[in-house]
Structures are given as C-alpha cells and as structure tokens.
C-alpha cells in the first residue's frame, strides 16, 4: 500500500462542464502520473509530475491539465469534459528506490453524458 | 508509441491448472512488470523484474524477463478462483522514460 487515495471514486457529469480529479499520497513520493483506461487500450499516461509544479505531458494529454502545488497532491482537470473523456482514471507514484516501479490509487470513474 | 502485445487476451480454466501467459514487444525493454487488476480496483503489482533472464516468484506467480530482452512470460500454478482478474503487463523501453501497458489478459477460474 503506498498510501495513495483518490478523490472523488465515482462521478458523473455532463458536456462542457470543468472537472476536477484529486490524487493524494502521504509517502512523500516525487513522481506522480494520471493514467486513464479504456477497453482495448490498457493504460495510456494523460500527465506526470517530477515534483512540486513541474509536470510534463503524456501521450493522451489532450483536453486535460494538471497542477501541483504540493507533494501530496496531484489534480488532474477537464476543462470542458467531453463525452470520449468518459473513463477510468489512475493515479501512480512511482517508487521511491527503484526508477520505473509504479503503485497505483483505487480510480475514479469518470462519466461524461 | 510502443506496443506491448499481451496473449492471450483472455482465459478459461479450471480451479487447479496451471496457467501462463506473456507480453512481447518490438523493441528491447530494460524493466518487466506485472500487475493484477480486480474488479473496481487499481491494479496490484505482483512482480518486477530487472535483468534479462530474471526469475521471480511470488508465492504461486513465477515471472521471468526474457533472455531477448523482448519478452516476459507469467506462470500461475494451481489456481484458485481470487486468481480471477485481470494481468497487466508493463515495460519500459531502453531508450525511454515511460511505462508502457499490454492491454491484459482476463483469468476466469471455474471452481
């Protein structure tokens, strides 16, 4: 267990509307990712943080943004939520002594109608 | 971007088989990870594995980093039905910074 919540588990939400998903550790981990999953695509990385307010783009960063402001949170925003956003969302550490070792949260799971 | 591909994509068993499954990629991987995925739950890592060759287990789950450096094969023995979930694998190319998923193989074990 890396200590690693999510918030909110569960939401449902409609077009056009802002979206924020919060991720929350308490190890004091560096790295920090947002993932989605959808069937037939595994686990795709949408953003990545290496440390306080420096965050880097994945390869599905499109339609999202991210901020962290401190080492225990991740947000990861939908500006204008849209339908093929609808999801399951995971955040990640990455282990503290081991450079490509993730753990992950429990997910949120995004609707968009 | 890179692709793992992960066979089978889905299997049928029955309470005490034994059960192997593996990922391959196009390019040379320098770390091989396995993770579980219940249902409504993030995934669970299992086994990491670092060196080409490598052999671990994890109570009943043996993985191993193929020699290649290509591949990684995950062997179950005896199963039992919490064995039903979902296997990731995961990778991280030599010449990247990221991890990249197969897509899973989903385990039904019939008791």
């Known amino acids: 267990d890396a200590g690693i919540t999510q918030s909110p588990r569960h939401k449902v939400t409609e077009t056009g509307t802002p979206v924020t998903l919060r991720c929350h550790q308490t190890?004091?981990?560096?790295?920090m990712y947002w993932y989605r999953q959808d069937p037939g695509h595994g686990l795709r990385l949408i953003h990545y943080?290496?440390?306080?307010?420096?965050?880097d783009k994945g390869e599905v960063s499109d339609g999202y943004s991210v901020s962290r402001s401190k080492t225990e949170d991740f947000l990861l925003t939908l500006e204008s939520a849209t339908s093929s956003q609808t999801s399951v969302y995971f955040c990640a550490i990455r282990d503290r002594g081991n450079t490509d070792t993730q753990y992950f949260g429990p997910g949120t799971r995004l609707t968009v109608l | 971007g890179q692709q793992l591909n992960q066979s089978p994509q889905s299997m049928f068993i029955q309470e005490g088989e034994d059960v192997s499954m593996n990922c391959t990629s196009s390019?040379?991987?320098?770390?091989w990870l396995w993770y579980k995925q219940d249902p409504g739950e993030g995934p669970v890592l299992l086994i990491a594995l670092y060196k080409a060759g490598e052999l671990t287990s994890n109570g009943r789950l043996t993985a191993q980093f193929g020699i290649t450096r290509k591949d990684s094969f995950l062997n179950i023995s005896a199963s039992i039905p919490s064995d039903v979930g979902i296997y990731f694998c995961?990778?991280?190319?030599?010449?990247?910074?990221?991890?990249?998923f197969g897509e899973g193989t989903q385990l039904t074990v019939n008791p």
């Open positions: 943080s290496y440390g306080v307010k420096d965050t």
């Open positions: 190890e004091n981990h560096r790295y």
């Open positions: 390019s040379i991987f320098n770390t």
């Open positions: 995961a990778g991280r190319e030599t010449s990247g910074s990221r991890l990249t």
